[in-house]
Every structure is written in structure tokens, then in C-alpha cells.
């Protein structure tokens, strides 16, 4: 079965340093991938997603299909950017039901 | 623009009672509907998905069960909550097309 993984489950950086959220997934084909973010009280929201290959807060990620990886990247972390990030994989065997499959996740703590 | 609510918010249940959560979304017609429990250091665990009005399909067994008897309208229950019921439940919806999920703020439930 496809699975996410996100090997850490913390990750503490202190303002301007670089940030990286790891994310792996297991799939040969070519997968459809998300990161998600869930801020302090706040809803679970879409962060940003493969396809659309844009910098959204100054996060990137670039799928790298030999190692099954879609990291998440911001070279100078804010303090605003704490929050729990999920990788997700689209389920490419769930046709119409568009079924995603959730890493554990990632608490980013960003300290002044 | 769309919209997703659940309620309540909040629920503490003693064991061996019934449950009922409720998730509405508005804004959309004939979205995919799903059902999340998110608990920490396991990440999202997708419970029930639907595509349609009294269509569901579950993903886990388990001792709850999900209904759809309106378009927008989509259901948890449990006719006898146990301990490992406890969790963070979360409401998703899809168009179908983008394949993001939009989710609401999500249900604490607290079994005693």
C-alpha cells in the first residue's frame, strides 16, 4: 500500500535559519503530492502542492522521483511559520474519490 | 464561496452512549465528503469518504459509521462509544477535480 513518511516529529530552528520538512512517500508511478498546514487554532489548509511548483509563505518543494521525496523548503524561517506541516499523496488508486494519504506530521517551532 | 462546519466543537461522552457529529458544507453541490480522525504522532487516519447522497465507504473497521442523507450533509456515529473513540475529528470536502480537500475546525471528543 502507499504510505507518507515524515521522519520527524519535531523540528526546532530559531528565526532565519533554513528549514526543511522531510517527506517520503512510496509509489512508483508518478504521484500527485500536497503539503498541508495547520497554524495555532486554525483550520487544516493546503500549503502548496507539486504541480503547481509555486512558493507559497517562501515554502518550496520539488518532487525528486529518485528518491521518493517532496521536502518541504524555506531558507529563512519566521516565527509565524510554527505550525504542524502534513505531506500527503493522493491515493492514484482511488480514481473519483481523490483519497489523500497523510504523513504523521511535522511540528515546526521557529524560536526569536 | 464555500464554506464547511461541524459541530460541536467540543464533546465529552461517557462510555457505552451514542454520538452523532454533524459536518455541513455550503457553497457546493455534490462535493466528496470525508471523515478524519487526526491524533498525535499518527497524522490523519481517513475513516469515511462518500461521493454522493447514502453513498459511503469506509476505509478502517471500526465502531463507528457514517451517513450521508443529504447532499451536503455528512454524519459520524457510534451507537456505543468506546475509550479509543477519543480523538480530534475531522470533516473534509472535494470537488472532485482539484483534488485538494478543504476541512472544517474539526470535533475534539473526549470518551470517559
Known amino acids: 500500500a502507499q504510505r507518507v513518511t515524515q521522519p520527524e516529529k519535531l523540528l526546532s530552528v530559531f528565526k532565519g535559519a533554513p528549514v526543511e520538512l522531510k517527506c517520503n512517500y512510496s509509489y512508483s508511478g508518478s504521484p500527485e503530492l500536497f503539503w498541508y498546514v495547520q497554524y495555532s487554532r486554525q483550520r487544516l489548509q493546503l500549503l502548496l502542492r507539486h504541480i503547481s511548483r509555486e512558493s507559497i509563505k517562501g515554502f518550496t518543494a520539488d518532487l525528486n522521483k529518485g528518491e521518493t521525496s517532496f521536502h518541504l523548503k524555506k531558507p529563512f524561517a519566521q516565527e509565524e511559520d510554527s505550525a504542524m506541516y502534513y505531506c500527503a499523496l493522493r491515493d492514484p488508486f482511488s480514481g473519483g474519490y481523490n483519497k489523500l494519504i497523510f504523513g504523521a506530521g511535522t511540528r515546526l517551532a521557529v524560536h526569536p | 464561496s464555500q464554506t464547511i462546519h461541524q459541530w460541536p466543537a467540543t464533546l465529552v461522552q461517557p462510555v457505552g452512549s451514542p454520538l452523532s457529529l454533524e459536518c455541513t458544507v455550503e457553497g457546493t453541490s455534490n462535493p466528496n465528503l470525508y471523515w478524519y480522525r487526526q491524533a498525535a504522532g499518527r497524522g490523519l487516519q481517513l475513516l469515511f469518504y462518500s461521493v454522493g447522497i447514502g453513498q459511503i465507504s469506509s476505509e478502517v473497521p471500526q465502531n463507528l459509521s457514517a451517513s450521508r442523507p443529504q447532499d451536503r450533509q455528512f454524519i459520524l456515529s457510534s451507537k456505543k462509544l468506546l475509550l479509543s473513540d477519543s480523538g480530534f475529528y475531522l470533516c473534509?470536502?472535494?470537488?472532485?477535480?482539484?483534488?485538494?480537500?478543504?476541512f472544517g475546525p474539526g470535533t475534539r471528543l473526549t470518551v470517559l
Open positions: 473534509a470536502w472535494g470537488d472532485g477535480v482539484s483534488n485538494e480537500q478543504f
